[in-house]
């Protein structure tokens, strides 16, 4: 089988494995690839949105693990600094203490309980949701991976049909709020400016209406937001000719698409840019027919008050607010919503 493997660098390699490969042929050929070979965990995702691969049995093969010829797998690098593109680094070099990129940047990922149907599986029932829009067409949610960068990859996926461009918009977001002081002030943002730069930099920062606003502004597009719990629809940089469409469910972001219907867990067929017309408006609706479908599958959480359990040492919080800032003082990055 044959394997393109999507780098920390953002490099692509090509690898050649038997069609019985097991775990460990794959890690060793990942070895010698010379920016891996000193990596300690090296880790894989793959599939539509990414997913890790278990590697705990390291004689499983390959293909049980459901990877096929042809397949990218994404390869990240436990313990090991995230990198960011020269443009954040250049941004920060004059704010007197450098991005922390020695060290390890910490990710909260947060799962909730009975939401295993938003995973990509076949089964009727575990299906992410859709509803049906004109006499061929569907429109579905595309579910992000739970990496605190959602909403990049959610913006990135609906504009770009690119999962991996969260760093260069994070990097946008930060020039914009750089370049213009007067739209973006420290009360805007809740702390100094430069320090709000570093912080949305890093990608265990999660993004909400001020990038929204930005990369809107920037792509000269209209981006709906539309609120599971409420469904309100929110429209930032509005009247545009073309928008796109994210669903945000208190503490995660989705993208939209128009696809054909009975078209199985396909995506090169999808439509994300959508004209401010009638057959837009139509999407839009359908949007909000899937958003209270979303809410009445209870996929959404009360940000204020929802509780939630740190996997790594069992402390509870109430609230967004606490566990971020937890995650943040400690470096403990897995969490779970609990009732």
């Known amino acids: 089988m044959k394997l393109k493997l999507r780098l920390p660098s953002s490099a692509t390699q090509l690898v050649t494995l ?94 909730k309980p009975g939401n295993e149907y938003m995973q990509q ?45 969260m760093h260069e918009l994070r990097s946008l977001v930060a020039t914009a709020i750089l370049e213009d002081p007067v739209e973006y002030p ?58 796109i469409i994210v669903v945000y469910s208190g503490i995660h972001y989705d993208a939209v698409a128009l696809a054909p219907e009975g078209v199985e867990a396909t995506f090169e067929f999808d439509q994300t840019v959508f004209d401010d017309d009638a057959a837009g408006q139509q999407v839009l609706t359908a949007a909000d027919d899937l958003a209270a479908l979303l809410r009445k599958k209870h996929y959404f959480t009360d940000t204020a008050g929802f509780s939630i359990k740190c996997e790594v040492c069992g402390s509870v919080f109430k609230g967004e607010r606490q566990a971020q800032s937890h995650s943040e003082s400690t470096g403990h990055a897995r969490f779970q919503e609990i009732s």
């Open 121 to 165: 599986k076949t089964d009727e029932s575990t299906r992410p949701p859709e509803v049906p829009c004109g006499p061929d067409n569907v429109v579905v949610l595309r579910v992000m991976d739970d990496d605190n960068s959602c909403l990049f990859r959610a913006i990135g996926y609906a504009l770009l049909r690119n999962l991996d461009t």
């Open 186 to 243: 420290d009360v805007v943002l809740g702390k100094p400016r430069e320090e709000y730069c570093k912080w949305i930099s890093r990608s265990n920062s999660w993004g909400g209406a001020i990038e929204i606003a930005i990369l809107a502004k920037h792509f000269d597009i209209t981006i709906c937001s539309i609120d599971v719990a409420t469904g309100r629809v929110d429209s930032f940089n509005p009247n545009r000719p073309t928008f």
């Open 18 to 111: 038997s069609d019985d490969a097991v775990v460990t042929d794959l890690l060793n050929e990942v070895r010698l690839i010379s920016e891996l070979q000193n990596a300690i965990d090296v880790q894989f995702r793959s599939g539509f949105p990414p997913k890790p691969l278990d590697l705990s049995n390291k004689s499983a093969k390959i293909m049980e693990l459901g990877v096929r010829s042809g397949d990218q797998l994404i390869v990240s690098t436990a313990g090991t600094s995230v990198e960011l593109p020269d443009e954040v680094t250049n941004l920060v070099a004059g704010f007197g203490t450098s991005l922390p990129t020695s060290t390890p940047v910490p990710v909260l990922h947060t799962s």
